[in-house]
């Protein structure tokens, strides 16, 4: 009994290795011949490429539409995310410690963005905005506007999970007991004890910005233009640029991916019970 | 709070009216144009059904429709298969490295849109790396394959369900307990029958549940498509084409297009919400 | 004369009525217990004193100061909670001084007085460590420290003790008594745990559906329990009623409805050693024991005397460990143990 229970676990194990190293090789295959197809001279009727060169990355960093783009990009995410937090942090802690009610209608109407897939939101934004006393359409503004939208899930679910590791209402009311008044119990107790939540969230809708291209493309489409955009217009211009573009918006979205790790590991570290006490009782 | 003054609770109040504001702006109003205009006749305000009537009767749009719940069946089918599988070996490793593979899986998932239709035509194009590969092999089903067929799309779409399906599934098989595996094994239950009579039966719902949601990112998705060529035949391109194109935009056909999509999308998310409290209560 | 004076508050959640014109008044210095079981009311009343709960009526003082109405940084209380509410992210020493820096005291002033209550917690050079680097009981000590270092006019402890394990509780809880009566505190202290209470308090006042049930010192609700809830709550009392001794066919029927009997105060013993217990002082009766365990220092009987089911329990020794399951017994009780109940419907 013993022996072929261990051979099964064994077999288990193999074929499990098996599976998961399928999977990455076949996620990986995208990525790798676009990292292949930005760094040859050439790939064309050949099944390897030919000749090593980093001339599309030197182009493409030398290209002035190339870094408007980029420069757009980064700033309508930045300027979203920021508007996002000042306004969602206070409201969602609000509701939740003082309208408990009220949470559920929160709920559907920030996590309604799931629901509606970006095509359809465009529908409705451009029916609004595109004529009208809030022409906006083709402009950063309605981009912020709608992007504000898009991010509400993320941004929501983080504070509202870190409120809840941290027992926000527990700190509030110590806070008070204490001498502070409700605003200065938020900023000295509340805020520094939720960053590092909410600047996960803050990485996760900063990536899905830049790699948005529905609302960019129906919205603003050229007269605003996001690096999704460029990079499909440079798609078809040049392959090679066009990878290049690719690898640098994915070592971005990396490198973002990696940062919110490293918080994700800080902050279970720093959680207020969970982690083991370093200090034994007497 | 002694008890709460008139003045407190203005000062809250106010404080949600940013939120307020943006929501309604952005959210509210849009979606209520939509809803509002999909009954809308054309050129002048009286109200009609007409729209809806098209979108069932016309060929074209009938044929959106179908394509577009084609590729997201088949898709998803497909997606959910090898989820299933993957998601399973991925909880089989230890806690780190069972993170790291999640990690990995998820920023794949920004690998999709623009990128995702390059690195697809660079791999499997007429001129790409793997259809030469499989030409100088002598395989010619695949050598020959077409890109730009509808059984070409379904494979990109493939790409992207994979790990979305794993990120949704991977949380059910924690529901099937250790102790239950071995309660079986004692009572003489070989491996196979675990699964058939326990595993699967406790995480159908959420199997079900995951199909779903793939079923309705693939219905919204429009990015890759659009990417690839503009001429495919798909619901939600169908919309921006209706909405945004200069020529033969009919905005409020496409609102009416665009509220099946949500309603759908809705629908979808219900049923998903269902299935996972049914696992929940096991 | 009386310092803290809480007058006919009542509180409603929805329909829901959690305290019911609950009035009391406590001495200075005085350390009492508010002790019930979870959603009696304790909790909130406490919350209410704090100004953390609001209240629909009544008024609540301290000193000569009116605070019903005040906002809980007004009313110079002090609070632990059961979850420590440290604040993560200040060390031992910020969290300490966090009530006197909003207070807009300098840091020159405020320094001493951090640092003299961080001796008085027993956690000297701990003063950088953060919350998570600490124990469960050390959390508490600073969370104790940081309620006190401001001198508040009350100490409200709100079952400061329950997330901690049983011997670290029983330190913490002398601890905070040697605490209170240095700095002679007047202390709330909110618990469920009835051992606690005893131990701890001054005064005991136990909360039922949120009145008060009965106040007392604690050996007064040890031994003289008024109604068959407290004596339930407070002990394993052996509550019963006239007809029920009287079906039981004991030998003396007390005056009164029902009964309360502390389970040790019960004499057992098997069947043919009973000629002590036959004096006019003692109600006896015969029984048969349907289960023996040992509980540590004390072995429980339950016994059954014709119907009448009593729990007694008995130190260990010789003639003791004779009496098995489904011996023969005789019970005989001392009728002064024998308390009289305020009856209740």
Known sequence: ?282 | MGRKGAGTNKIILLALTPFLVWIIAFEAVPVLSMLLSSFQSDNDQGFTLGHYITMMTGPIYQQAIKNSITIAFFSSVAGTFFALFCAYSITRFTRRRRDQLLTFTNMVTNFSGVPLAFSYIILLGSNGMFTLLFQKLGWQVLGSFDPYSWAGLTIVYIYFQIPMGIMLLYPAYYGIREEWREGAAILGASNRKFWLYIGLPTIMPSVLGTFVILFANALGAYTTAYALSINFNLLPIRIGKLVSGDVFARPELGSALAVLLAITMLLALYINERMVKLTRRR | ?345
């Open chain 1, 1 to 282: 009994m013993k022996d072929t229970s261990l051979i099964q676990r064994k077999d288990g194990r193999v074929w499990n290795t098996s599976i998961v190293t399928m999977l990455i090789v076949y996620l990986c295959i995208p990525v790798a011949g676009t990292l292949a197809y930005s760094l040859c001279q050439e790939w064309q009727g050949t099944i390897l490429p030919k000749g090593f060169t980093l001339k599309w990355y030197a182009e493409i960093f030398s290209d002035t539409r190339f870094l408007e783009a980029m420069g757009r990009s980064l700033l309508v995410s930045t300027i979203t995310v920021v508007i996002s937090l000042l306004i969602m942090i206070p409201t969602i802690f609000i509701i939740v410690l003082y309208y408990p009610k009220l949470e559920r209608t929160l709920q559907i109407l920030v996590l309604l963005p799931f629901a509606f897939p970006g095509v359809v939101a465009a529908v409705g934004l451009i029916k609004v905005y595109s004529s009208g006393p809030l022409a906006i359409s083709g402009t950063i503004w309605i981009l912020i506007g709608a992007y504000f939208i898009v991010v509400l899930p993320y941004v929501y679910q983080s504070t509202r999970n870190s409120l809840r590791t941290i027992n926000a209402k527990d700190l509030m009311d110590a806070a008070e007991v204490l001498g502070a008044s409700k605003v200065s119990a938020f900023h000295s107790v509340i805020v520094p004890n939720i960053l590092p939540g909410v600047l996960t969230a803050s990485l996760l809708s900063f990536s899905t910005i830049l790699g948005e291209f529905v609302l960019a493309n129906i919205l603003v489409g050229g007269s605003y233009e996001t690096i999704q955009i460029y990079l499909l217009s440079m798609m078809r211009v040049s392959g090679h640029s066009a990878s290049a573009i690719i690898l640098i918006f994915f070592v971005l979205v990396f490198v973002l991916s990696a940062i919110i790790l490293k918080l994700g590991s800080w902050n279970s570290r720093t959680n207020v019970s969970k982690g083991k006490p370093k200090e034994e009782d007497r």
């Open chain 3, 1 to 345: 004369m009386s310092y803290v004076r809480i007058d006919n508050v009542s509180k409603k959640y929805n329909d829901l009525a959690v305290l019911k014109n609950v009035s009391l008044s406590i001495k200075e210095g005085e350390f009492i217990t508010l002790l019930g079981p979870s959603g009696c009311g304790k909790s909130t009343l406490l919350r209410a004193i704090a100004g953390l709960n609001d209240i629909d009526t009544g008024s609540i003082h301290v000193g000569d100061k009116d605070i019903t109405y005040l906002y809980p940084k007004d009313r110079e209380v002090g609070m632990v909670f059961q979850s420590y509410a440290l604040f993560p992210n200040m060390n031992v020493y910020n969290n300490i001084a966090f009530g006197l820096k909003m207070e807009g005291m300098k840091k020159e002033h405020y320094t001493p007085l951090v640092e003299e209550m961080i001796e008085l917690i027993d956690l000297q050079g701990k003063g950088n460590r953060f919350p998570h680097e600490l124990s469960g009981g050390q959390q508490q000590r600073v969370a104790l420290g940081r309620a006190l270092v401001k001198r508040p006019k009350i100490l409200l402890l709100d079952e400061p003790l329950s997330a901690l394990d049983a011997k670290i509780r029983r330190t913490l809880r002398n601890e905070i008594r040697k605490i209170q009566q240095r700095l002679k505190m007047t202390t709330i202290f909110v618990t469920h745990d009835q051992e606690e209470a005893l131990t701890i308090s001054d005064r005991i006042f136990v909360m039922n559906h949120g009145t008060i049930e009965q106040v007392g010192a604690p050996e007064e609700i040890y031994t003289s329990p008024k109604t068959e809830y407290v004596a339930r709550f407070i002990g394993n009392y052996n509550v019963f009623s006239h007809s029920e001794i009287l079906e039981a066919g004991m030998s003396v029927i007390p005056q009164g409805e029902l009964f309360a009997v502390r389970p040790e105060a019960i004499v057992i013993a098997l069947d043919n050693h009973t000629k002590d217990y036959t004096e006019a002082t003692f109600m006896t009766g015969m029984g048969w024991v349907n289960q023996v365990s040992v509980l540590g220092n004390v072995i429980r009987f339950d016994v059954d005397v014709n119907g009448l089911k009593l729990t007694i329990d008995a130190l260990h020794d010789t003639e003791i460990h004779k009496i098995k399951e489904n011996s023969k017994v005789a019970v005989a009780i001392p009728l002064t143990e024998c308390k009289p109940l305020n009856h209740r419907d």
